[in-house]
């Protein structure tokens, strides 16, 4: 592929366009892809290529269906696979842990309400983990972050002397 043609520079938008739905990091998407961020970034710009097995795996990590990146290429678009959970970037940690039943309206907290929390999506995003690792690990989060909330809440109201 030749470096800076008009068809990286479309791949390279598309890809980044996806990394911000899914509300992750290029890290993420290069430690999921199985290569360093250097060569992520050389080749989003166009100065380096990718095998067919790195191609393959960088589909993976954007949920994007094998061949999406040659049909950018082609002028075409990618294809989401079927069952990409997107990160919303309107929900709450509060509202992963209602959706998942981990906890009722009244249990939540100020701390609860940040939009698009990307721990709690890594969380939830841990294929690693069973469901049930998932929930707990979920609620875990949650409690030390309600902690560390109240922990600045009352050292604000400190008087400074």
């Known amino acids: ?46 100065d380096a290529g990718i095998s067919s097995l790195v191609e393959a795996a960088l589909e993976d990590a954007l949920q994007w269906e094998r061949g999406s990146i040659e049909a950018v290429l082609q002028g075409g678009g990618p294809t989401p696979t079927a069952d990409s959970p997107h990160r919303d970037p309107n929900k709450t940690l509060g509202d992963l842990l209602l959706e998942r039943g981990l906890a009722r309206p009244e249990e939540l907290t100020a701390a609860d309400n940040i939009l698009n929390d990307p721990v709690a999506w890594e969380i939830v995003e841990m294929d690693e983990l069973s469901e049930e690792a998932r929930n707990r690990f979920l609620r875990v989060y949650a409690h030390m972050r309600r902690e560390i909330f109240e922990a600045a809440r009352n050292e604000a109201k400190r008087p400074r002397g």
Do not use: C, Y
Request: overall charge positive; cysteine-free.
């Open 1 to 46: 592929m030749a470096p800076n043609t008009d068809e990286r520079t479309r791949l390279a938008a598309e890809m980044e366009q996806r990394r911000v739905m899914l509300g992750v990091r290029w890290e993420h998407i290069a430690e999921k892809a199985r290569i360093s961020t250097t060569h992520l970034r050389k080749f989003r710009r166009g």
